[in-house]
């Protein structure tokens, strides 16, 4: 074999290696660039996920996701002036313990003398009316009552009654002679509302259940009268 030709077929050779570390190294860049936006796509959809979490979050606990449950209790409903709210000096409140019936001067009553035994207010819902002298005494443990006349919508009476029976230290029954058609009441505290969507009844509960008013907070809710 000539010198020329063996000349030639070592370029050639030559050539086919060249050509082979080019293709070696295009298929390794093609790799390294599909692994690369694979993992880019996981981290941008983790980071998604944990964006769109965070925000679920966040609106959840400042209030403007979710409306709080019956029984839950939203700091910020707790602050601030209730519209229409009366409110009686706690230092004329008495709180001696009677046998006989009190002449209470607002009704229904906020505070007083009252019976020894409390109303059971542990979420209770009284189908009919109860004795105002054990009633205060319920108010006494920092509960908050709810009550309503015949003029007050069966479907607004059935909302509060399921708001009271999720919320313990609350009762709630039917009070005839009553100035609204549904009134609440706490320890020194009274308002009268529109009906169970008007937003006082959520600041009256945030408010007055075990609140600052409470005489006995803590006392219990249970053990006493049950109405039947």
């Known amino acids: 074999m000539s010198y020329d030709r063996r000349a030639r077929i070592e370029q050639m050779r030559n050539a086919d290696r060249a050509r082979d570390r080019r293709k070696r190294i ?6 390294a660039v599909v692994v690369a936006g694979l993992v880019a796509f ?15 979050s966040s609106m959840t606990a400042d209030g403007k996701g979710s409306t709080p449950a019956a029984g839950e209790k939203d700091e910020n409903l707790a602050t601030g002036p209730i519209e229409g ?10 709180r001696n313990h009677v046998t006989d019936d009190v002449d209470y001067p607002m009704k229904p ?12 207010c542990d979420g209770e819902v009284y189908k009919k009316a109860i004795p105002d002298v054990n009633a205060v005494h319920a108010l006494e443990h920092g509960s908050v009552w709810v009550t309503y006349t015949d ?6 009476v059935a909302k509060l009654a399921d708001r009271v029976s999720k919320t313990p230290y609350s009762l709630m029954s039917p009070y005839e002679d009553q100035a609204g058609a549904i009134m609440l009441s706490a320890w020194g505290k009274q308002v009268t509302v529109d009906g169970a969507d008007d937003p006082r009844v959520a600041r009256f509960f945030a408010h007055y259940v075990q609140g600052p008013q409470t005489p006995e ?10 109405g039947s």
């Open 26 to 31: 295009l298929t390794v860049s093609l790799s």
């Open 42 to 56: 996981g981290s941008y959809t983790i980071i998604d996920k944990s964006d769109s979490d965070g925000s679920e």
């Open 85 to 94: 709210e009366k409110s009686w000096d706690a230092k004329k409140l008495t």
């Open 109 to 120: 009553p906020v505070g007083g003398d009252h019976n020894p035994v409390w109303m059971n």
């Open 151 to 156: 003029d007050a919508p069966a479907a607004d």
């Open 217 to 226: 907070p803590g006392a219990a809710c249970t053990g006493g009268l049950d």
